[in-house]
């Protein structure tokens, strides 16, 4: 029985470290238009806001108000906690296409479905990423 209870215990404070990684907000300067599902979102200062802590949905939003949109993402692990605060772009046929969002000192983040906009399929093979650093807090 304390052995169970010792691993309840256990996996609440990893849920608890995972929820917090996910409530975090970040802003980033991006230097490019890049795709949301099937979205074009332009060059600019972005925050991603959390609705609520833990597996809800964020919110990408320029700073000028103009571009901005909810974003229901996976959860994905890296192994080792962050160093920084990243959003990751795949770059496919001269398009930046976001696909992952990093809190810095935390091994999950969030992930994003990739489609190709001509085919609407998931593309398996980008050319490159482009990692981008973001801050946290808000603006």
Same mark, same amino acid.
């Given at each position: 029985?304390?052995?169970?209870?010792?691993? $309840?215990?256990?996996?609440?404070?990893?849920?608890?470290?995972? @929820?917090?990684?996910?409530?975090? *907000?970040?802003? +980033?300067?991006?230097?490019?238009?890049? @795709? $949301?599902?099937?979205? !074009?979102?332009?060059?600019?200062?972005?925050?991603?806001?959390?609705?609520?802590?833990?597996?809800?949905? $964020?919110?990408?939003?320029?700073?000028?108000?103009?571009?901005?949109?909810?974003?229901?993402?996976?959860?994905?692990?890296?192994?080792?906690?962050?160093?920084?605060?990243?959003?990751?772009?795949?770059?496919?046929?001269?398009?930046?296409?976001?696909?992952?969002?990093?809190?810095?000192?935390?091994?999950?983040?969030?992930?994003?479905?990739?489609?190709?906009?001509?085919?609407?399929? *998931?593309?398996?093979?980008?050319?490159?990423? !482009? $990692?981008?650093? +973001?801050?946290?807090?808000?603006?």
């Amino acid at each position: 029985m304390k052995k169970h209870l010792l691993f $309840v215990f256990a996996s609440l404070l990893l849920m608890a470290g995972s @929820v917090h990684a996910q409530s975090v *907000a970040l802003r +980033a300067d991006i230097p490019f238009d890049f @795709v $949301v599902g099937d979205t !074009v979102m332009h060059t600019g200062t972005y925050t991603i806001q959390p609705m609520h802590a833990g597996e809800s949905p $964020v919110q990408l939003q320029s700073l000028d108000g103009k571009d901005s949109m909810w974003l229901a993402a996976c959860t994905c692990a890296s192994g080792q906690a962050q160093h920084e605060n990243q959003l990751v772009f795949q770059v496919s046929d001269g398009q930046y296409f976001l696909w992952q969002i990093w809190t810095q000192g935390y091994d999950e983040g969030r992930e994003l479905t990739i489609k190709h906009p001509e085919t609407q399929e *998931a593309k398996l093979t980008p050319l490159h990423t !482009v $990692v981008i650093l +973001a801050s946290s807090g808000k603006p």
